[in-house]
């Protein structure tokens, strides 16, 4: 999926690094706007998804939405629809879940696993690829916007 043209990259070397990276992703996001993560288990994507919604002001607590695939937060500036695809056998099951209509809404998207939905998300789309750095605790973002 790291074909799209990176924009931009971001090497964070601790927790409040990364924070500060989601928060202000977060205060910046617009409605309509995707952001498609995607990184091996356990590079962050849930909690970069909690840090963006801290900056759009969601009071609720956020938590990967493994099983329910996505999961609706509307205390922010702007509504948070957090997708987990990983467990879709099958891009179908967006339409089934309404997904499409996420898309096209006044909130913000962010999917995590977003690689195994590609073809399925609309060109405006944004993407942030994290992978782990050379450091212990380093993360790398690799952005498209």
Request: hydrophobic share 30%; aromatic share 12%.
């Amino acid at each position: 999926m790291e074909s799209k043209q990176i924009r931009r990259t971001v090497t964070v070397k601790n927790e409040e690094e990364t924070r500060s990276f989601g928060i202000s992703l977060g205060r910046q996001a617009r409605a309509g706007q995707i952001l498609a993560l995607s990184g091996d288990l356990g590079t962050g994507k849930t909690a970069l998804t909690r840090y963006i919604a801290e900056g759009l002001g969601v009071r609720e607590t956020i938590s990967s939405p493994t099983f329910t695939v996505i999961k609706e937060y509307e205390s922010g500036r702007l509504p948070l629809y957090h997708f987990d695809v990983y467990r879709l056998s099958d891009p179908d099951e967006l339409f089934n879940i309404g997904a499409y209509e996420y898309f096209d809404g006044e909130g913000l998207c962010v999917i995590e696993w977003a690689e195994l939905i590609e073809d399925e998300l609309p060109p405006e789309t944004e993407y942030i690829f994290i992978e782990y750095g050379q450091q212990e605790g380093e993360r790398i973002y690799r952005c498209t916007f």
